[in-house]
């Protein structure tokens, strides 16, 4: 116990969370009384300890780290996974089995994409992937796709199958 009390002493002395004029507290061992005891200690004389400055960091060498970029093949597979999906997700959001009114052409403006023609609600029209009017109110309050447009151009299916006519990157 008293060593454990030492060494917590001379970490706070070191580190300047005490101050040299402290007065320590003495836990007597097991046999003796249990109150603990102040001790007042003798005024310091040696000089203060002082600790050394902190070593400043090595410089980096090692390069940073770069962000993979995708293949023109790479990119083109991973935006029609996301359109395919996207279309997916809409179709079921929206309980749709079968679009009524697939777009004919191919098409990369995902406001005009799968559906535009469809109407729902009171004034929606269209089951498209960007700025779609989920609740038929006339205001577009649903986003399948983070963009409006692609690179490559798309046409789908009335069943939501998805094919990619250009990739955009030819």
């Keep these: 116990m008293r060593r454990s009390c030492f060494f917590l002493a001379v970490l706070l002395l070191l580190s300047g969370l005490?101050?040299?004029?402290?007065?320590?507290?003495?836990?007597?061992s097991s046999t003796e009384n249990t109150t603990p005891t102040?001790?007042?200690?003798?005024p310091a004389t040696q000089a203060?300890?002082?600790?050394?400055?902190p070593t400043p960091p090595a410089p980096a060498t090692a390069a940073p780290t770069e962000i993979p970029t995708l293949s023109s093949q790479e990119a083109?597979?991973?935006?029609?996974?996301?359109?395919?999906?996207?279309?997916k997700v809409m179709m079921r959001n929206?309980?749709?089995?079968?679009?009524?009114?697939?777009?004919?052409?191919?098409?990369?403006d995902m406001r005009r994409f799968p559906d535009v023609t469809?109407?729902?609600?009171?004034?929606?029209?269209?089951?498209?992937?960007?700025?779609?009017?989920?609740?038929?109110?006339?205001?577009?309050?649903?986003?399948?796709?983070?963009?409006?447009?692609?690179?490559?151009?798309?046409?789908?299916?009335k069943y939501g199958n998805v094919t990619q006519v250009t990739t955009g990157y030819e």
């Design 18 to 28: 005490i101050a040299t004029s402290c007065i320590p507290i003495i836990y007597p």
């Design 38 to 42: 102040a001790v007042p200690t003798p």
């Design 76 to 87: 083109a597979a991973l935006e029609f996974r996301r359109v395919q999906d996207a279309v």
């Design 118 to 157: 469809t109407r729902h609600g009171v004034v929606g029209v269209g089951y498209v992937l960007s700025c779609h009017d989920f609740n038929g109110d006339g205001t577009p309050d649903t986003n399948y796709m983070l963009f409006d447009r692609t690179k490559g151009t798309y046409i789908c299916d």
């Design 94 to 108: 929206n309980n749709l089995t079968e679009l009524a009114n697939p777009v004919p052409a191919p098409t990369n």
């Design 48 to 53: 203060p300890i002082s600790t050394p400055a």
